[in-house]
């Protein structure tokens, strides 16, 4: 089945550690996301991707890095520059031409700093 | 410049009761529009969409839309609620200028009680 995986979808770190979050996906898409969701809020766009080896920053950027070596691949490094890590991020994929910017999401990882 | 506004952050209602959840759009090019339900500690899944042709769209679990050019809304509507319709849900504009980059609402929480 095509589709997103994310991994690991439970995380826990002690305060000032980085944390590299997996996003692949199998769907052969161009461009790939990622999403910070806290509690009772909507999504905030960090990183994106169109191309293999090119990203542009979102919204809240400050405190992440990614990569996008390969097209399926598109993992996210939270830093210690994060001030408040704790969060539920969501990597999601799109087709760009033809595909109205329809987004295909994965199950999503919780990172918990202790 | 896109933006959405899904105007209840929360909408409880009984079981087997018709709801509707609220959705405006502010665009100066022709847009592509979405919802997503997004269950607790689980990804974003698409529940329709509309692209162009009937104003009217019918989506997965029973759910429609009708998109209203003039009021600029796509509001969601189902005629009898399940306890299993609880989640979150969220709309969504893309448009021809923004490089069908998806602008998200804030997302509404529809809390179904027996």
């Known amino acids: 089945d095509g589709g997103i995986t994310q991994s690991p979808k439970y995380l826990f770190r002690k305060e000032g550690q980085n944390v590299t979050l997996s996003c692949e996906q199998n769907?052969?898409?161009?461009?790939m996301y990622w999403y910070r969701q806290d509690p009772g809020q909507g999504l905030r766009l960090i990183y994106y991707s169109q191309i293999v080896n090119d990203f542009q920053k979102g919204d809240i950027a400050e405190g992440y890095s990614v990569s996008r070596e390969k097209k399926e691949s598109f993992p996210l490094t939270v830093t210690s520059a994060q001030k408040n890590p704790t969060a539920f991020y969501l990597c999601?994929?799109?087709?760009?031409?033809?595909?109205?910017?329809?987004?295909?999401f994965g199950e999503g990882s919780r990172l918990t700093v202790l | 410049a896109q933006s959405v506004t899904q105007l209840d952050s929360q909408v409880p209602v009984f079981e087997e009761a018709p709801v509707e959840l609220r959705c405006n759009y502010s665009s100066s090019v022709s847009v592509y529009l979405f919802w997503y339900v997004q269950y607790p500690n689980q990804g974003l899944q698409l529940l329709l969409k509309y692209l162009s042709g009937s104003t009217l769209v019918k989506g997965i679990n029973g759910f429609e839309a009708e998109f209203n050019k003039s009021q600029t809304s796509f509001h969601l509507r189902k005629p009898s609620v399940h306890i299993s319709d609880t989640a979150e849900y969220f709309c969504?504009?893309?448009?021809?200028?923004?490089?069908?980059?998806?602008?998200f609402g804030g997302g509404t929480r529809l809390m179904v009680k027996p």
């Open positions: 769907l052969n898409h161009d461009a």
């Open positions: 999601a994929s799109s087709i760009l031409s033809g595909g109205y910017g329809e987004l295909f």
């Open positions: 969504a504009v893309s448009g021809l200028g923004a490089g069908n980059m998806l602008t």
